[in-house]
């Protein structure tokens, strides 16, 4: 299941109804301080963007608003610990167990937009109900299983190309090595899938070193940009490369081509722009692509 930060927001005005009455808001960090920020902007209490900051004292907010209740100091605060997710239940614990070391007379009760089937019970509050497999989109890139993810490169990490350069090797090379980054994933990926020129290798190795993205496999089209445009095989091209690589999911920036390579692979492919997951509901689709791919990779055995 694929969980969006839209869908979040979602699901959490869907549950602000159960929290009750509030003083403030604890978040924990790094996950939880979107719902956090949001729970408190809902209920107009003071936020603390840790446990530790709820302990010293020390709540957030802008200059030219605040919260109209600030019950943040005194005895027998209402505090709610909010988090994303709960799966184990330990990170809760742990921010309670803070909270109430912080002010022992605090009143705490937690709260998180997903529980699992099996840690429903280890939250007071919870929004919706997702059980693993699941992918958050902020979590996406910041995540162990990222291992087991492919992932594009222009339009994700950096941005595409200008239209002026798709045509000029030098121009575009330059782009390449001189590229502005995007996001900056914490762990290693599974796999770079571009359709970039294995021309330009060197130079998108350089990048990825210099920005930090670690990888396990590097693959690029093998054969010239202009061969490429004009069979269209971009999305053929990454599809057959995500089949044979055993990876658990594709996030593709392209619209067209995240539709595309879905259909060719009958694999889940996360469309970046789109912020959709898209998966197939056939069980045969699988087997009904397979010849699709084959003949892609005669098409590109015949290009080389």
């Known amino acids: ?17 159960v929290i009750g009455h509030i003083d403030c808001v604890v978040a924990i960090p790094r996950s939880g301080l979107v719902p956090a ?3 408190s902007l809902y209920r107009n209490v003071e936020l603390f963007t840790s446990p530790a900051m709820f302990a010293a004292g020390r709540a957030v907010h802008g200059t030219t608003r605040r919260p109209r209740r600030d019950r943040s100091g005194g005895a027998g605060r209402r505090v709610l610990v909010v988090d994303d997710s709960c799966n184990t239940g330990s990170s809760l614990r742990d921010a309670v167990a803070a909270v109430r070391c912080g002010d022992p007379t605090a009143d705490v009760t937690t709260m998180v937009v997903y529980a699992t089937s099996r840690s429903a019970d280890l939250v007071d509050h919870w929004c919706e109900i ?21 992932f594009d490169l222009d339009g994700i990490f950096c941005p595409d190309p200008p239209d002026r350069a798709s045509t000029d090797d030098a121009t575009l090379e330059e782009y390449y090595r001189t590229a502005p980054m995007r996001v900056a994933p914490t762990y290693r990926l599974g796999a770079v899938i571009s359709s970039r020129s294995t021309r330009f290798e060197g130079v998108t190795r350089d990048w ?22 004009a069979l269209g095989l971009h999305a053929a091209h990454k599809a057959r490369h ?33 912020n959709v997951l898209l998966q197939s509901t056939l069980t045969s689709a699988r087997a009904r692509s397979a010849p699709v791919v084959r003949s892609v990779a005669e098409r590109l055995r015949r290009l080389i």
């Open 208 to 229: 990825l070193e210099e920005h930090d993205v670690e990888y396990d496999d590097l693959i690029l089209f093998p054969g010239t940009g202009a061969a490429r445009r």
């Open 242 to 274: 995500y089949t044979a690589s055993g990876l658990d999911l594709f996030v593709e920036s392209d619209p067209s081509q995240a539709y595309e390579i879905q259909r060719l692979t009958g694999r889940p492919v996360i469309c970046w722009s789109e």
């Open 37 to 39: 920020t949001l729970v």
């Open 1 to 17: 299941m694929y969980r969006s930060v839209e869908s979040m927001n979602r699901s959490l005005i869907g549950g602000l109804d």
């Open 130 to 150: 997702v059980d693993q497999p699941r992918v958050f989109e902020w979590n996406l890139l910041h995540h162990p299983k990222s291992r087991s993810i492919g």
